[in-house]
């Protein structure tokens, strides 16, 4: 086997079993009323609303405040809700993981796939009225690639390879090892002021009194923190107003911070906040049955599917492809859905997340029908005996152990995936397994025969599938299926270090083809997520997000106070 560099390796995607909050939505559109004409054909003037400066909208978040710093709010969600107001990063992503201009305002890539070239806005100011320049995007990664960084280890060792030089203000160049076509997506972090942070280190970072009073280039600014028994229970903020895009109408934002779902909702019906940074199962029937709440769903970035260890001697018959089309037929997902995941759920047809400019609507889903599954088994020569159960046409009996989480959502999905493949005559032995043993012990060492899982795909917009499924990730990688299919990796190999958007289409539509024929594990569904936010707030308009806070993206369109003005048109006599 080939080593391979960190380059390869990366990816900002790690299976996770614990179902972690994201926030999402469909959208909320103002209605704009057409002029009414009179019956004499004269027009009459029919008022319309526009929106207006002024407000204040108060959201409740679930978690405690840590630091204002988005180098820092890796694994506090509550905190990246914050930040994502006040800091700007080169480039966001649209709902489909296609790149848009922030902090940057154009770039190009060399043929090649190694050079990128980054400009800058000239008019993006920090909140002290300094001029965002490429010395602070310079400072923002030298801190990222620190070797105390509180980044992922593959994130750091990525930015340890790369060359980044300052050409001007606001020139950057970006020098890679190699190819790396996903590249534009590691540049969607928050960036730091560098003549405020100029020669603190990393471990210098951790306290310092910056993360209580920061200042960022985003459209909004710290006013103040709210505290109550030493303790920071929530935070204000303020329009930034030099901001370089368009600016908010909301005046002011606040979020508020509780320990549970529950005590936000109670903080809801006492009139404290105005909407729920994330809608948890235990309060999701009230939140729809509230009329005076608005609640935008969709997909978590993430993927929920039973891993197959292909590559393990006492489970030789995970090999065939038609056994294991066969088990996917047989589990009735929708039902799972329904029952363990109270309906918070949508069957997954493979590795990419529908929307994303990657994914194939080619491929066929696979439907709950058991009899089919059992017709495609005999074909193939198994034998299915009341008393002994499925068989191969060798006679092995057809049985395996599967691992879960040890958690009661997993625990009733386990035995829903039993009692499934238990009809098709499999005896599928379920054991619980912690978090840290199913990932450090079973999927890294390989020392499993099935296992239950969750691939956290947030934060990566760029789908890049190859880190989970190219044979060269088989042995340490993060292949713990140990999937070898030569066109799936020549796919994903090719995709990766291919600058062509259209030609990259092609490819990942291709390898979506092959995986689809050959399940190298069984996509079951992607989690569903809501986000409630009251009526009285206009404009909002979300698509799927790669991480939750992702839902500020348009906050300049909302609005909470709106103006009225008098249109109408225009019509001759019938």
């Known amino acids: 086997m080939v080593k391979i560099n960190t380059m390869k390796k990366l990816r900002w995607q790690f299976v996770i079993i614990l179902l972690t909050g994201l926030v999402v939505g469909i959208l909320l559109i103002s209605q704009q009323p057409a002029a009414v004409i009179s019956s004499g054909g004269q027009p009459q003037v029919q008022p319309t609303a526009a929106p207006a400066t002024g407000g204040l909208y108060t959201e409740a978040l679930v978690g405690s405040f840590m630091r204002l710093n988005p180098l820092l709010d890796v694994y506090n969600p509550a905190d990246r809700d914050v930040d994502r107001l006040l800091y700007s990063h080169l480039i966001n992503f649209d709902a489909t993981g296609n790149p848009q201009p922030d902090l940057a305002e154009s770039w190009g890539i060399s043929k090649d796939g190694t050079l990128f070239n980054i400009s800058l806005r000239s008019d993006a100011k920090w909140h002290d009225g300094k001029p965002v320049t490429a010395a602070d995007v ?35 160049q970006f020098l890679l090892p190699e190819a790396y076509a996903p590249f534009l997506e590691r540049l969607n972090f928050g960036i730091l002021p560098e003549h405020l942070l ?17 200042v960022g280039s985003g459209p909004y600014q710290l006013e103040r923190l709210l505290v109550e028994d030493a303790r920071i229970t929530g935070v204000v903020l303020k329009i930034n107003p030099s901001y370089y895009k368009a600016k908010p109408f909301i005046d ?16 809801y019906k006492a009139g404290e906040v105005q909407g729920f940074g994330e809608v948890s199962d235990s309060i999701l029937d009230k939140v729809l049955a509230d009329k005076g709440l608005a609640t935008h769903t969709g997909l978590r970035p993430q993927l929920s599917l039973i891993y197959l260890n292909l590559n393990n001697a006492e489970v030789p018959f995970f090999q065939d492809a038609v056994l294991r089309q066969a088990m996917m037929m047989s589990l009735n997902r929708q039902r799972m859905v329904d029952t363990a995941l109270n ?36 074909e193939a020569g198994y034998k299915l005996d009341p008393e002994q159960g499925l068989t191969t046409k060798e006679g092995l009996p057809v049985d395996f152990e599967l691992l879960y989480p040890d958690d009661l959502v997993h625990e009733a999905l386990a035995g829903a995936i039993q009692k499934d493949l238990l009809a098709l005559g499999i005896t599928v032995t379920i054991t619980p397994r912690s978090y ?34 190219d044979a060269s990730q088989a042995t340490d990688g993060q292949n713990y299926a140990q999937w070898n299919n030569r066109d799936a990796s020549t796919y994903l190999e090719q995709a990766r270090i291919t600058v062509d958007p259209g030609e990259r289409i092609r490819l990942y539509h291709n390898f979506q083809v092959v995986f689809a024929k050959e399940l190298p594990a069984l996509p079951l569904y992607y989690p569903v997520y809501t986000y409630a936010i009251t009526r009285d707030v206009q404009g909002v308009t979300m698509g799927a997000l790669f991480d939750r806070s992702e839902r500020f993206l348009n906050v300049a369109n909302w609005y909470l106070v709106a103006k009225h003005t008098a249109s109408a048109t225009a019509t001759s006599k019938p």
């Open 252 to 267: 002011q934002i606040v979020f508020r911070y509780y320990e549970s779902a529950e005590d936000a909702w109670e903080a």
């Open 138 to 172: 310079v400072f923002t990664i030298d801190l990222l690639r620190s070797d105390a960084s509180l980044t992922p280890d593959d994130v750091k060792a990525f930015w340890q390879e790369v060359e980044v030089k300052k050409l001007s203000d606001t020139q950057i």
């Open 343 to 378: 309906g918070q759920g949508v069957l997954a047809n493979g590795p990419i997340l529908p929307g994303s400019w990657a994914y194939s609507r080619k491929v066929k889903p696979v439907s709950f029908d058991r009899q089919a599954a059992k017709d495609l088994l005999e």
């Open 436 to 469: 840290e043993t199913l990932i450090s012990e079973s999927l890294t060492q390989r020392a499993y025969q099935a296992a239950l899982v969750e691939i956290n795909l947030s934060n990566a917009p760029d789908p890049d599938p190859y880190p989970l499924w």
């Open 198 to 214: 100029s020669g603190v280190t990393f471990d210098q970072l951790i306290d310092d009194p910056f993360n209580l009073s920061p």
